[in-house]
């Protein structure tokens, strides 16, 4: 998926990710303010989930509940190294099945699948976002 979108169609391009993706483990890329935690919010809605969708900055991961399983949502920005990653488990969430929303991926990249999928945003000067899948 190689795609430019408007906030308007946020709901059908996250609609496209899920029937897209091969892997539950998901890598949101792209600067501060671009619309991470926003397309997040809309994948858990898509998924089924009723839950406050908030970044989890300080907690580094926040757990919802979809329709019958459970998302997990990863935010690395304020990770000093590593093993802060390790020490919340980690591996243990990346290899439940569950979805994996991983902001800020770039922090931890030494830990993470092979098989995650990449998830580049960028902002086009007219306000609309792109986004491509890898």
């Given at each position: 998926?190689?795609?430019?979108?408007?906030?308007?169609?946020?709901?059908?391009?996250?609609?496209?990710?899920?029937?897209?993706?091969?892997?539950?483990?998901?890598?949101?890329?792209?600067?501060?303010?671009?619309?991470?935690t926003t397309l997040i919010k809309e994948l858990c809605k898509e998924l089924g989930s009723?839950?406050?969708?908030?970044?989890?900055?300080?907690?580094?991961?926040?757990?919802?509940?979809?329709?019958?399983?459970?998302?997990?949502?990863?935010?690395?920005?304020?990770?000093?190294?590593?093993?802060?990653?390790?020490?919340?488990?980690?591996?243990?969430?990346?290899?439940?099945?569950?979805?994996?929303?991983?902001?800020?991926?770039?922090?931890?990249?030494?830990?993470?699948?092979?098989?995650?999928?990449?998830?580049?945003?960028?902002?086009?000067?007219?306000?609309?976002?792109k986004i491509q899948l890898n």
């Amino acid at each position: 998926m190689n795609k430019t979108y408007a906030l308007k169609d946020l709901s059908a391009v996250a609609k496209s990710i899920i029937k897209t993706v091969q892997h539950k483990v998901l890598l949101f890329k792209g600067e501060m303010g671009v619309g991470k935690t926003t397309l997040i919010k809309e994948l858990c809605k898509e998924l089924g989930s009723k839950d406050n969708i908030s970044s989890p900055t300080f907690s580094l991961v926040n757990e919802y509940n979809a329709k019958d399983e459970i998302i997990y949502h990863f935010d690395f920005y304020r990770i000093e190294d590593e093993e802060e990653a390790l020490d919340i488990g980690l591996e243990d969430y990346l290899y439940s099945n569950n979805w994996c929303f991983i902001e800020w991926p770039q922090n931890i990249e030494n830990l993470l699948p092979l098989d995650a999928v990449e998830i580049h945003l960028s902002i086009l000067e007219d306000g609309s976002r792109k986004i491509q899948l890898n």
